[in-house]
């Protein structure tokens, strides 16, 4: 299956580290990052998990929560969650999916057969409140995610929703943005963008960010 974007997340009760979860009702009206890892006590993974927790005070200030997923099961993961605190320095403050029957991961097509027919590729998907999934993205098992690059991400999720703007390519939160070309008249670009905007080319209008 594909999950595309724009799509609702698909739904499941699944075990975890923390125990079941019915995945919308844990989601709650946060948004969701959810991601897979292709098997426990595996290096690279161990280092993704120990990332993202450090990084949950940063997902908290954006109403996001994070889970993740790997195909062993429960009484493995909790072995592993010792290793991952003791290497890594940090506790694990999120759940774990236990997927050894693969239903998650074959409802969000984390299981790309020509890689590995049985362990999960480094899938991420963003969700919003609103149970849309609005980014997708996939490594393979051989190359770890930079977390910070997933908080960028929302950081332009969460811009993007709430004014006419886009962010351009490197952007960082507090950089300038690009205004969404549909945006024409004068007077509500005056309204929208009182600090102003720089016409580089009439498509491309440089503006400071506005929720700053
Ligand atoms: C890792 O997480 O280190 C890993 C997992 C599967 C294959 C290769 C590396």
Same mark, same amino acid.
């Given at each position: 299956?594909?999950?595309?974007?724009?799509?609702?997340?698909? !739904?499941?009760?699944?075990?975890?580290?923390?125990?079941?979860?019915?995945?919308?009702?844990?989601?709650?009206?946060?948004?969701?990052?959810?991601?897979?890892? $292709?098997?426990?006590?595996?290096?690279?993974?161990?280092?993704?998990?120990?990332?993202?927790?450090?990084?949950?005070?940063?997902?908290?200030? *954006?109403?996001?929560?994070?889970?993740?997923?790997?195909? =062993?099961?429960?009484?493995?993961?909790?072995?592993?969650?010792?290793?991952?605190?003791?290497? /890594?320095?940090?506790?694990?403050?999120? $759940?774990?999916?236990?997927?050894?029957?693969?239903?998650?991961?074959?409802?969000?097509?984390?299981?790309?057969?020509?890689?590995? =027919?049985?362990?999960?590729?480094?899938?991420?998907?963003?969700?919003?409140?609103?149970?849309?999934?609005?980014?997708?993205?996939?490594?393979?098992?051989?190359?770890?995610?930079?977390?910070?690059?997933?908080?960028?991400?929302? =950081?332009?999720?969460?811009?993007?929703?709430?004014?006419?703007?886009?962010?351009?390519?490197?952007?960082?939160?507090? /950089? !300038?943005?690009?205004?969404? $070309?549909?945006?024409?008249?004068?007077?509500?670009?005056?309204?929208?963008? $009182?600090?102003?905007?720089?016409?580089?080319?009439?498509?491309?209008?440089?503006?400071?960010?506005?929720? *700053?």
């Amino acid at each position: 299956m594909t999950v595309q974007l724009g799509t609702i997340a698909p !739904d499941f009760t699944q075990d975890s580290t923390e125990g079941k979860i019915s995945f919308h009702e844990w989601l709650g009206s946060s948004w969701g990052i959810l991601f897979s890892h $292709p098997k426990d006590f595996t290096p690279v993974c161990t280092t993704e998990l120990g990332a993202a927790a450090k990084l949950k005070g940063e997902f908290d200030k *954006r109403n996001v929560k994070a889970i993740a997923l790997s195909v =062993d099961d429960v009484e493995s993961h909790k072995k592993w969650l010792g290793d991952i605190e003791e290497t /890594q320095g940090t506790k694990i403050n999120f $759940p774990i999916l236990a997927d050894a029957d693969r239903k998650v991961s074959t409802l969000y097509g984390m299981i790309h057969p020509q890689a590995n =027919d049985t362990l999960t590729v480094r899938s991420v998907f963003v969700i919003d409140p609103n149970k849309k999934v609005r980014a997708s993205f996939t490594y393979p098992a051989s190359t770890g995610r930079n977390f910070e690059e997933i908080l960028r991400l929302v =950081d332009s999720l969460q811009l993007t929703d709430s004014h006419s703007v886009a962010t351009p390519a490197n952007w960082k939160d507090g /950089q !300038d943005v690009v205004i969404v $070309p549909s945006l024409q008249d004068p007077e509500v670009l005056k309204q929208k963008f $009182p600090k102003g905007f720089l016409a580089v080319k009439p498509y491309l209008r440089l503006t400071p960010q506005p929720n *700053r």
